[in-house]
């Protein structure tokens, strides 16, 4: 097959996973959220949490639905563009995305009905039991989904039968293989930071409208407590992703560092443009024995480059590359962010400091932007293979000409932007409205559109800031 069709293959591909991970990567931790905002309803009796339960249960469902349809797209994809590699592998890839369904997508989808519209149908605690189940169903298809891909990157468990086909050997070394722990915990983490600086992004958005907004102050105070304690241990799981992927992948890791020489020990290379054809990475700029510290965890450890490769192994360097460093430069910034809420609700001004909530609205949707750069890394620096080093792309491929690839790219690219533009103009869209209004009264008094009266807004009193939940 030419290399036009292959790249088209893989670039349809790229952008329908680009749109699809986007909504189970918000889904997996608003799923939580949510259990945990129902959760503290029951405990406490504050009817401020069921409101702001209700506020982004219809966010959850309009998400979770495009979610689905745009992961049924995807699917499809294996049989039109990627039959070369269904046939090869789906001995152990279709078992595994079953038990997805069977699983994850059957508890999601029967506990669903519950959470959205049981409320007033079912007992506090059947409803709360639903969202709970909702919540690990998003968790567990996470569990199998990272499963297939972390095999496609560290095969194990596998044989090859008589006539090339990969076939289970062990399913417990196949599910549990050797980057899975790692990826899982990376990904769930990061699914969690998605959805807490999207959450800390709409309440900023209605404390800067009204700061007495209790349901806004739940969202902003909730989230910035995930963020200061969940990044630094993603920083720290993203360390321990690191050193796996320099022992299963370690020509990902060269592309990723920009290193075309072997070194011991290296810089790190934080700006630059790795040029393939000259074996360089020009207009760098190095922070002496970094790079060495970071992946071996000692000044003098030997950093792999691309020259220890066959030219024909390495991953487009460019890509991974910056990518990479888009990722970690997100990360950075995160933990920015958390640090300074954490100063702010200190000094008791969390929902007084007008810039940190714009730089939150700002970071808003940074998380989805750190999530694409991650599987940009993990997928183009596992090139050029589908199941790493032992089956090649363009190896994988239908036997379908360029033209078909290309008209059928071009419809994906119409129809997600009109059908999903519209998915996600109504989510901007309930994520405007005043999350203390979503009931219309609240015990008895009308509330206004900015949440409060004016006379509340003349006559803040200590009960304005002690929401700190």
Avoid: C
């Avoid at 219309?440 to 003349?458: D, F, K």
């Amino acid at each position: 097959m030419d290399s036009i069709a292959v790249d088209l293959a893989r670039f349809q591909f790229a952008f329908t996973i680009a749109f699809h991970i986007i909504f189970p990567a918000f889904t997996i931790g608003l799923a939580s959220f949510l259990a945990v905002l129902e959760g503290l309803w029951l405990w406490t009796g504050r009817d401020v949490y069921l409101r702001v339960f209700k506020f982004w249960l219809v966010i959850f469902a309009l998400s979770f639905a495009m979610g689905v349809v745009s992961g049924i797209v995807m699917a499809y994809q294996f049989g039109t563009n990627w039959s070369a590699f269904a046939d090869k592998t789906g001995a152990v890839i279709g078992p595994l995305m079953g038990y997805e369904v069977l699983t994850a997508f059957f508890l999601e989808a029967g506990f669903l009905g519950i959470m959205l519209f049981g409320m007033n149908r079912v007992g506090k605690k059947l409803h709360f039991f639903a969202t709970v189940v909702v919540a690990i169903g998003t968790a567990l298809s996470a569990f199998w989904i990272l499963s297939v891909n972390s095999w496609m990157q560290t095969p194990a468990g596998y044989a090859i039968n008589e006539i090339g086909q990969f076939v289970p050997a062990s399913w417990l070394e196949i599910i549990f293989n050797p980057s899975f722990p790692f990826r899982l915990v990376h990904m769930v983490l990061a699914a969690y930071l998605t959805t807490a600086f999207v959450v800390a992004a709409v309440g900023a958005y209605h404390l800067l409208r009204n700061r007495f907004s209790e349901a806004a102050q739940v969202m902003f105070s909730m989230a910035m407590w995930m963020i200061i304690v969940v990044t630094p241990i993603q920083m720290i799981a993203g360390d321990y992703h690191g050193l796996n992927t320099l022992e299963h992948q370690p020509a990902k890791v060269a592309a990723m560092e920009g290193h075309f020489d072997s070194q011991g020990p290296a810089p790190l290379i934080l700006f630059g443009w790795p040029d393939m054809e000259a074996g360089e990475t020009k207009y760098k700029i190095e922070v002496p024995y970094l790079s060495s510290i970071i992946l071996t965890h000692s000044l003098t450890g030997v950093v792999p480059g691309l020259n220890d490769f066959p030219r024909e192994d390495w991953p487009p360097a460019a890509i991974v590359f910056v990518s990479f460093r888009i990722m970690v430069g997100i990360g950075v910034l995160m933990l920015l962010v958390g640090v300074w809420g954490l100063w702010s609700r200190f000094r008791g001004r969390l929902y007084e400091s007008e810039w940190l909530q714009r730089a939150s609205i700002v970071m808003g949707p940074t998380g989805f932007i750190a999530i694409i750069a991650g599987w940009t890394t993990t997928e183009v620096g596992r090139q050029p293979y589908t199941v790493y080093g032992l089956l090649r792309t363009a190896d994988s491929v239908s036997p379908v000409a360029a033209p078909a690839v290309w008209a059928s790219l071009v419809v994906f690219v119409v129809v997600y932007f009109v059908v999903f533009g519209v998915g996600i103009f109504y989510i901007f869209r309930s994520m405007g409205k005043s999350p203390d209004t979503s009931h219309g009264v609240e015990e008895g008094v009308p509330v206004r559109s900015a949440g409060i009266t004016p006379a509340q807004a003349l006559q803040p009193n200590e009960g304005d800031r002690s929401h700190d939940d």
